[in-house]
């Protein structure tokens, strides 16, 4: 038998945003982002990634000011209740108001890529760091998806190797960064599976590994009838089956909007490891 697994932690998606695919506009006011984040913390989320800027294909970016006024008072009150809260942004300046108003955590699509400035914000504080695969900008993500010569596998290991080296340079402790292969950005369905087959090769890199998969195009696409891709509230069942993968093979961070189903999910996979009885 391997050895049991420590049990993946569960970050759950607060999107404060008008126009995400998965959930976009119900979260989008204050309060309704701080009761989300209170029922995903009730639900046994360990951490609320709170996101002002959608990144879904062909989005366009929100003004600062536009995404300050999303996220501070939302972090605010709920670093206030004692929850442990990531900001979702790859710009320095949310960042380190984020970080100002409670956050710990800061969850970089760009991996620094956008903003190099964030990883100086980062080096300054205590907070952990996810540096995430990317290339794009989400208006011209669809652009960026040649993995030739060196197929996916290879490219982003290398790519998210070189970012990371970028974020220990900028003066962030390895121990306090968390990479991410980044599906659904400039990947293609068949280069997502790819990666989540081959996530051991993302571990050599040295840090604990995140996954975000929730109600993304792939599983859509998996589970498409004569073309048509699964609607995005009826991918949960693919996912929950993908999270317990994950979760057997040791991924560390799991980022889900589903935060029960996940939860029931790590329960089965601790319970079958011996953990529970
Ligand atoms: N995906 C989205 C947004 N932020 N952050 C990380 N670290 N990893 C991801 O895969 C990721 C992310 C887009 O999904 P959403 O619109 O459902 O939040």
Redesign the pocket.
């Known amino acids: 038998m391997p050895p049991a697994s420590r049990s993946a932690r569960v970050m759950g998606?607060v999107?404060v945003t008008p126009d995400?695919?998965?959930?976009g506009g119900r979260w989008a006011t204050t309060e309704a982002a701080v009761a989300h984040g209170r029922h995903l913390v009730e639900q046994g989320a360990d951490v609320l990634?709170i996101?002002g800027e959608?990144?879904?294909p062909g989005a366009t970016r929100p003004l600062v000011a536009e995404e300050l006024d999303r996220v501070v008072p939302v972090i605010r009150e709920l670093t206030a209740d004692g929850a442990v809260v990531s900001v979702?942004t790859m710009r320095s300046e949310v960042a380190a108001a984020a970080l100002g108003a409670g956050a710990t955590i800061v969850?970089d699509?760009s991996g620094g890529l956008a903003d190099p400035r964030i990883l100086d914000v980062v080096a300054d504080s205590d907070a952990s760091y996810?540096a995430?695969h990317w290339r794009a900008h989400a208006d011209r993500m669809r652009d960026f998806s040649d993995y030739s010569p060196d197929g996916v596998v290879a490219s982003v290991r290398r790519e998210l190797g070189e970012r990371l080296d970028a974020v220990l340079a900028a003066g962030v402790p390895r121990d306090r960064v968390v990479l991410?292969p980044?599906?659904?950005?400039a990947k293609k369905p068949r280069h997502n599976w790819e990666l989540l087959a081959a996530l051991d090769t993302l571990r050599d890199l040295g840090c604990p590994l995140?996954v975000?998969a929730?109600?993304?195009s792939f599983l859509g696409s998996l589970l498409a009838v004569d073309g048509s891709p699964r609607p995005v509230g009826e991918r949960e069942h693919a996912h929950v089956a993908l999270v317990t993968l994950l979760a057997v093979r040791g991924v560390d961070l799991l980022?889900v909007?589903d935060v029960r189903a996940t939860r029931d999910a790590l329960a089965v996979v601790a319970a079958m490891e011996g953990g529970r009885t």
């Open positions: 998606i999107n995400s695919f998965s959930d990634d996101g959608s990144t879904r979702d969850n699509v996810v995430m991410d980044g599906l659904g950005f995140l975000g929730s109600r993304k980022r909007h």
